[in-house]
């Protein structure tokens, strides 16, 4: 029966210590990832992190959580956008943009009614 709860301990410990890993690795992140924190106070946070681990840990949660969600939002979001900008630069533009592009080159006489025509059925193509 000792076999039992000592697989359960080893179970819960392994547990509660990996969800500690990703909370360092958390804490870690934002630290480097916030330009408004000084480089002297990033360095006094992680030597406590490495000397008192938990209770650091503990006061830079409380202390610092809420910019902790607002600088990760702000990441996803800044890398949602370049994404987004990246793709539209692959893709090229919309068929809108490249029928009005075509049209503009009609009323300047740049090209004529065919080439005008074959240009539209090819971005709506």
Known sequence: MSNFWDLIELIFSTFVFIAYLLILYHIVVDLFR???LGGGFKALWLI???FIPG???IAYVIGRGRGM???QRASLERAKS???AY?????????????ADAKA???TGTINTDE?????AKALA
């Open 34 to 36: 916030d330009s408004e």
């Open 48 to 50: 406590g992190l490495v």
């Open 55 to 57: 209770l650091t840990a």
């Open 69 to 71: 969600a607002a600088r």
């Open 82 to 84: 370049q994404t987004e």
């Open 87 to 99: 793709i539209q630069g692959v893709a090229g533009k919309s068929p809108a943009q490249q029928i």
């Open 105 to 107: 080159l009609l009323d």
């Open 116 to 120: 005008f025509a074959r240009l539209k």
